[in-house]
């Protein structure tokens, strides 16, 4: 029996660490991501904190950069030159999405969510928390910015290669499509985000930008996610009650 109580202890253990650690450090199946995450010293601008660890080269973040990304030919400047703050905005959150190992507790395969898909892309990323602050100042920079859709993933002109609002969409600021800022941060990626009501820092939401020298702060994030504690700790309870039963009988 003593060996029985060593073997259900064991497997409460050990298996939910195998099962976590599936989901951390690891890239989306994806056109532009590396197989495995790595350094990547020569990093451009905003995709630069995560340098010491990336699933994305350096030419992908150069990409990234571009008013006209040639990662999936989208224009920022559909409605005319974005405000540059705005901008930043948008380069960081597309260096977080193409960069960052830390996501694996929110990458689904694209064919179960019922969603078109870039040519290519066979994981995206579905309700990752993103922190109040980041959201909140996202939308306070692009205030005065303007685009035609509050949906970036689907319905754009594609006549001409490049992403140009369709007809009878017009140009308005970013508010009258996005009034909120969970809604700037979970519709226009079609909910790849979620807004979050945990502030930076907290431990319990993700950050689309930091400080390279303070470290990466959505590691711990993504390992809080990625833990199936609760669900195993309710399975040993269980296993344990009928291993009593047994020992009973």
């Not at 977080?96 to 078109?116: A, D, H, K, M, T």
């Not at 400080?211 to 269980?238: D, H, I, K, T, Y």
């Amino acid at each position: 029996m003593d060996c029985w109580w060593q073997l259900s202890l064991g497997l409460c253990i050990v298996t939910p660490v195998w099962a976590g650690d599936r989901l951390l450090n690891v890239c989306m199946k994806s056109k532009h991501h590396k197989q495995e995450p790595s350094p990547e010293d020569q990093l451009y601008e905003e995709c630069i904190p995560w340098k010491d660890n990336a699933c994305c080269t350096a030419n992908t973040s150069w990409e990234a950069h571009l008013d006209v990304s040639l990662l999936y030919n989208f224009s920022l400047v559909h409605c005319g030159l974005m405000m540059p703050d705005c901008q930043k905005h948008f380069i960081q959150a597309v260096c977080f999405y193409e960069c960052s190992p830390n996501l694996g507790p929110w990458i689904q395969q694209v064919g179960r969510l019922g969603w078109v898909a870039p040519r290519g892309q066979g994981e995206r990323v579905l309700g990752a928390p993103l922190c109040r602050e980041d959201c909140e100042q996202w939308w306070e920079d692009c205030h005065t910015s303007y685009t035609c859709r509050s949906n970036w993933h689907s319905g754009w002109d594609w006549s001409r290669g490049k992403s140009r609002c369709p007809a009878r969409a017009p140009c308005r600021p970013f508010p009258d499509y996005f009034p909120t800022p969970a809604d700037l941060c979970e519709k226009i990626w079609s909910n790849s985000f979620k807004a979050s009501p945990e502030h930076r820092n907290s431990g319990l939401c993700l950050q689309k930008w930091f400080e390279p020298s303070q470290g990466n702060p959505n590691v711990a994030v993504a390992r809080l996610f990625a833990s199936p504690a609760p669900s195993w700790e309710l399975s040993c309870a269980l296993m344990a009650f009928s291993l009593l039963l047994l020992f009973l009988s």
